[in-house]
């Protein structure tokens, strides 16, 4: 049952750190985006109490019979609005807040999974604490579900890669929500992988994330 768990939840797991950056260390490697976007506007601080990463990781088939699902607190985060829209922005997520949401009746596997996952097997958050997402270009989007597109820079255990979310975002009177699209992403492409090679080969590597934020206008 032990290792059932810790091979759902490494995937899952990922989703959740994939925002991550290391505080201590620069980052490993880093294939980032080039920034575009400005600090010229409006400030907004992140409201951390109704801000979070959810995140679902998947054994080798993707469904819901097979799967954890979680979710990961913000530490701290900003957004810049400009001319009523939204400019620029950088979130940092609390890698120790990571916990398995559907292990939640069961506290005595919630709390083996959740430390398993913050060990050095996988994303080792004593030595890379917070995870990161720091927009770098902001586009609106006229077709489909989702009214933005947000590229940025991804941070996960010391390695940047670029990544594009499509994401709903709203600026009314000194509140900016952004919630973006369930994403796949990979885990292993940020080193997220259990120290033991036979058990990645029974987790799906492809791990969903959705941010969902909201920022309140400094006074």
């Not at 490993?28 to 990781?57: A, F, I, P």
């Not at 019979?65 to 530490?75: C, K, L, M, V």
């Not at 255990?157 to 975002?169: C, D, E, R």
């Not at 992988?193 to 941010?211: R, S």
Request: glycine share 6%; with cysteine.
């Amino acid at each position: 049952m032990r290792k059932k768990l810790f091979s759902l939840a490494i995937p899952a797991l990922f989703v959740a750190a994939v925002v991550v950056s290391c505080k201590k260390d620069k980052p490993l490697t880093s294939e980032s985006n080039e920034v575009t976007t400005t600090k010229d506007g409006s400030q907004y601080s992140l409201d951390t109490l109704n801000s979070k990463v959810e995140w679902k990781g998947y054994k080798v088939f993707k469904s819901e019979n097979t799967s954890h699902f979680g979710t990961i607190r913000f530490e701290s985060g900003d957004v810049t609005v400009k001319d009523g829209k939204l400019e620029s922005g950088k979130f940092v997520a609390d890698m120790n807040s990571l916990t398995s949401v559907d292990l939640k009746d069961s506290p005595e596997d919630m709390g083996k999974l959740n430390g398993h996952l913050k060990s050095g097997d996988f994303f080792e958050v004593e030595k890379f604490p917070t995870a990161s997402f720091e927009i770098t270009k902001v586009t609106p989007a006229t077709e489909g579900d989702y009214n933005t597109l947000l590229d940025g820079n991804l941070t996960i255990k010391g390695i940047t890669k670029p990544v594009q979310f499509k994401a709903n975002v709203s600026v009314n009177e000194g509140e900016v929500s952004v919630a973006t699209e369930p994403k796949d992403i990979k885990r292993e492409e940020f080193g997220v992988k259990f120290q033991a090679p036979a058990e990645n080969g029974v987790i799906k590597d492809e791990v969903t994330l959705q941010i969902n934020v909201k920022a309140l206008e400094k006074k």
